[in-house]
């Protein structure tokens, strides 16, 4: 252990550590406020000169969670363009004659991970479901003698990325990406708690219902807070609850990842087509390999909102589903396992080309940053944040972060009225992991990049975010 902490001091000096800039701009008080034994990296960059002006253990790498989210988006402008939308096309499988089609009704997925989304006006599912509706009744279309089909050949199967933790993988947050996405692929299990403290909740329902899921409920009354999880795997029509809600409770709500989002999807459209007056008699068929259709057959096509403002979403809320399905569509040619390594490959042979300082360094699994695999260094963090700010994509970036004190996951910080609506940045956190990085504007009227990582501290989270949230503060006020 000494051994480590002497390596751990002497790559500090190496790469930048001041002790003179450390008590001036800090950075010792932030460091006793984290924790003895906490790994830290934090660096601040002016951007107008290009120098460093803070600087502690820049290189070390980190775990950086939910910051792995500024490298997907930044990675998409630069190699989807602002104007990338996913598509998902609707189509009439055979002959229409007296207004009946002959064969299938065939939905294509295209791994829009919006559709169905109440975040976009434009994905909701009533409106999804009008416009195919309209689209067929404009063909003279009142029937279908065929199935419904779901055509997923865009992805077929797709496995969890390394890294991912058991306790992530049936819950919203966890949720996998596929080729037809909906609802965000999260549901809600409504849970009656007795009001006897560690007596066992009871299953009222699900929102949407799920009729073919059996819940295992095992969560009990005895927290006032929710720290009920759903443990379930995609595809799987078994899903176990385990933890604890309020005593008392009724229907209380708690979400999890959707264990078969397209046969959702495929239930809904067939009850919206039935409410407009379109039968398809055949059943719902989900199949994996491309479907046969013929271009003109098309009845319409669903596109995404535009990347810019999934980014705005993905970035401002920390949404990781979007930045799984953003990752996954730069590397739309694998249909593999391998489909995430291919992409998250192609993200750090970008950056490399692009000469970022320690983007060779990156370990990158996923878009989202849910690996706990996932290592990087706060300054090739930095290094990516400077490429971008001098760049043509720079108000689309800096726009689509979280504002201090004003919007997003930063709106409960930096709300005193001297550094409020001065910090633009994306926050990250996990189990062990706390951090945030973004961009700054001193009240010198300097633009400055900056990054906090803090893995493993011993003190509680809130002291460190508060902690974090004072050492910008003093940033803004003095540098």
Wanted: net charge neutral; glycine share 8%; with cysteine.
């Amino acid at each position: 252990m000494a051994r480590l902490s002497i390596s751990i001091w002497i790559l500090c000096v190496l790469t930048g550590f001041s002790a003179l800039a450390q008590n001036r701009n800090g950075v010792d008080d932030f460091l006793n406020s984290v924790g003895e034994g906490a790994s830290v990296g934090l660096e601040v960059i002016d951007l107008s000169s290009q120098t460093t002006v803070v600087s502690y253990c820049p290189e070390l790498q980190l775990t950086p969670a939910s910051l792995t989210k500024l490298i997907t988006t930044a990675s998409a402008i630069r190699l989807l363009g602002s104007d990338f939308r996913f598509r998902t096309s609707v189509y009439a499988s055979g002959v229409v004659a007296g207004g009946t089609c002959t064969d299938d009704l065939v939905v294509v997925g295209g791994g829009d991970p919006s559709l169905g989304s109440s975040l976009f006006a434009s994905s909701r599912s009533d409106v999804v479901f009008n416009k195919i509706s309209s689209a067929i009744l404009s063909r003279g279309i009142s029937s279908f003698n065929g199935d419904l089909v779901i055509d997923l050949s865009y992805c077929p199967v797709m496995p969890y990325p390394a890294g991912r933790s058991w306790d992530d993988l049936g819950n919203y947050y966890g949720a996998l990406p596929a080729a037809l996405s909906y609802r965000e692929n999260t549901f809600s299990l409504l849970l009656d708690a007795p009001v006897t403290v560690g007596h066992r909740c009871s299953v009222v329902g699900t929102e949407p219902e799920l009729p073919d899921v059996v819940f295992d409920c095992w969560a009990v009354a005895g927290s006032k807070h929710d720290s009920a999880y759903i443990y379930g795997v995609p595809g799987s029509t078994f899903m176990q609850v385990q933890g604890a809600i309020p005593p008392g409770s009724r229907k209380f709500r708690v979400k999890g990842a959707l264990p078969s989002p397209p046969a959702l999807f495929a239930r809904e459209l067939r009850s919206a087509l039935q409410a407009r007056g379109i039968a398809v008699s055949g059943r719902i068929r989900i199949v994996n390999q491309s479907y046969p259709v013929q271009v003109s057959n098309c009845l319409c096509t669903i596109d995404s909102p535009s990347l810019s403002q999934m980014i705005a979403v993905i970035n401002g809320r920390s949404h990781n589903l979007l930045a799984d399905h953003l990752l996954l569509a730069l590397a739309p040619a694998v249909r593999a396992g391998s489909w995430w390594d291919a992409a998250t490959n192609l993200v750090l042979k970008y950056w490399v080309e692009q000469q970022v300082d320690g983007a060779a360094r990156w370990k990158l699994y996923d878009g989202s940053g849910l690996s706990v695999f996932s290592l990087l260094s706060v300054r090739s963090l930095n290094e990516l944040l400077s490429n971008m700010h001098h760049s043509d994509d720079a108000d689309l970036f800096q726009s689509s972060l979280a504002v201090g004190g004003v919007s997003g996951t930063l709106r409960n910080l930096w709300t005193d009225d001297a550094v409020r609506g001065r910090v633009y940045a994306k926050s990250g956190s996990m189990t062990g992991v706390i951090g945030y990085a973004g961009y700054f504007k001193t009240h010198k009227g300097s633009m400055c990049a900056f990054s906090v990582i803090v893995n493993h501290s011993t003190a509680s989270a809130p002291i460190v975010r508060k902690s974090i949230e004072k050492l910008v503060s003093q940033w803004i006020l003095s540098l």
